[in-house]
């Protein structure tokens, strides 16, 4: 019964983090009707886009950290609770300052759900599971967006923005209650469970490598999502509700790549390789989705950019996991809102440069120009590689822990 309980856990925790994922992936959806109903211009629908992830950069460590303090069930109910408070808000919002105020408030309190639930999966799922869990986990980012991206512009269409926003509220609102019923402590692991012996994170420069190196990644996949319903509405004369089919279909993709990536981790009993490697494949696919931005017919563009948006969101589940496990159960919480800040800071930065570029230069020269960012990547998380392989030649090395006697081996 308590091993069949992790998947209640995963469940719980997908479900928590996909409300919150709405919200955040789902806002470029409503760029057109942010913009219609404000009037604003493309680089302000950019700060609106930004202004989430500048939330979530102010308390990601603080959530991360409070989950490892007092548990996941307390962060993942209030967190989410008082989010749904702050997306009415924002739905009332007078002004567009008033609501940048409010988006910046949500995203505060919905970064709550990224480390806690993170946190609760970890904890019920051993090694050789673990890679497949978060990648489940994971998926939560794309599903959640991918229905906010077809459900969103249909209500806005309907009701305007605030029937939108206040759908998203109601959504946070049963995520907070089903956290608040189902989400469990961990059985406690055995005496005999192999300590990891790591800094602390935020001393732990390999943490620090992985989040930078993630952040790099983190750029295409941020500007490739957050603007593709706008390049199609603007650059190609698409209807919003056929642009953003297109934008459910990159975040389905992502959902399946982010499950395949995590069980085919779980094989090799590695993170950073595997993860580099979509990278590094995401990166050429972007390459040649900027050619053919240039003019290439639908039919052509289309699938380029629904594989090329589904690579880009395909590593995040294999970074969270790397994180996790370098720090440890007991500090993961911690890891893992250190590295998602680094990324989320990125998401900050991304959508106000991007939308600059744009304007500067064409959408294939802001495409093309964006390559450079997962190329760098690479070459930053190079070094964790060997790394990694050492770690896993060392584990080999130690006598094997019965696989009966824990969910949740480090």
């Given at each position: ?10 469940a ?9 994922s709405a ?23 950019g ?7 500048l939330g ?11 989950a ?6 307390p ?5 989410l ?8 808000a924002?739905a ?5 300052p008033?609501?940048l ?8 309190l919905?970064?709550?759900?990224t ?15 673990r ?19 077809l459900?969103l ?9 605030r029937?939108?926003l ?25 005496a ?12 732990d ?13 983190v ?9 593709v319903?706008?390049?199609l509405?603007?650059?190609?004369g698409?209807?919003?509700a056929?642009?953003?089919?297109v934008?459910?279909?990159m ?5 399946v ?12 009993e ?11 494949v ?6 040649v ?7 290439a017919?639908?039919?052509v ?7 090329t ?6 590593w995040?589940?294999?970074s ?9 159960r007991?500090?993961a ?10 990324l989320?800071?990125?998401?900050v ?6 939308a ?8 294939p020269?802001a ?5 450079l960012?997962?190329?760098a ?6 070094p ?15 006598a ?7 969910v949740?081996?480090?």
């Amino acid at each position: 019964m308590v091993v069949r309980y992790r998947w209640t856990i995963l469940a719980v925790g997908t479900a928590a983090q996909a409300a919150f994922s709405a919200v955040r992936q789902g806002m470029p959806s409503l760029g057109p009707a942010l913009r219609t109903q404000f009037g604003l211009s493309l680089t302000e629908v950019g700060a609106a886009l930004a202004s989430v992830s500048l939330g979530i950069l102010l308390t990601l460590l603080a959530w991360g950290a409070l989950a490892d303090r007092v548990g996941e069930r307390p962060v993942l109910a209030a967190g989410l609770a008082a989010t749904a408070l702050a997306l009415v808000a924002a739905a009332f919002a007078p002004t567009f300052p008033a609501l940048l105020a409010a988006l910046v408030a949500t995203g505060m309190l919905g970064a709550s759900a990224t480390g806690a639930s993170g946190r609760a999966v970890m904890g019920w799922f051993g090694r050789r599971e673990r890679g497949f869990a978060l990648g489940v986990r994971q998926t939560a980012v794309p599903v959640g967006g991918g229905l906010a991206a077809l459900t969103l512009p249909l209500l806005a269409g309907a009701g305007g923005l605030r029937a939108a926003l206040l759908t998203l509220a109601g959504a946070c609102v049963v995520a907070a209650l089903a956290a608040w019923r189902w989400v469990r402590e961990p059985p406690p692991a055995p005496a005999n469970r192999p300590v990891v012996d790591a800094p602390a994170p935020m001393r732990d420069a390999r943490i620090w490598r992985l989040g930078a190196g993630s952040a790099l990644l983190v750029c295409a996949q941020s500007a490739l999502l957050g603007f593709v319903v706008l390049f199609l509405h603007d650059e190609r004369g698409w209807g919003v509700a056929q642009a953003a089919l297109v934008l459910a279909a990159m975040h389905a993709g992502g959902a399946v790549a982010r499950i395949a990536g995590g069980r085919w981790s779980d094989r090799l009993e590695l993170r950073v390789a595997p993860l580099r490697r979509l990278a590094g494949v995401g990166a050429a696919l972007l390459a040649v989705t900027a050619i053919a931005a240039l003019g290439a017919p639908g039919p052509v563009l289309v699938p380029l950019l629904v594989v090329t948006g589904a690579l880009a969101a395909s590593w995040n589940g294999l970074s969270f996991t790397a994180a996790a496990e370098m720090s440890g159960r007991e500090r993961a919480g911690t890891a893992m809102g250190l590295q998602n800040s680094l990324l989320t800071a990125a998401g900050v930065v991304t959508p106000l440069a991007f939308a600059a570029l744009v304007t500067a230069t064409s959408w294939p020269a802001a495409f093309a120009l964006l390559t450079l960012c997962p190329l760098a990547g690479l070459a930053v998380l190079a070094p964790l590689r060997e790394e990694e392989s050492a770690r896993r030649a060392a584990r080999g090395r130690r006598a094997p822990v019965p696989a009966t006697v824990s969910v949740n081996p480090s």
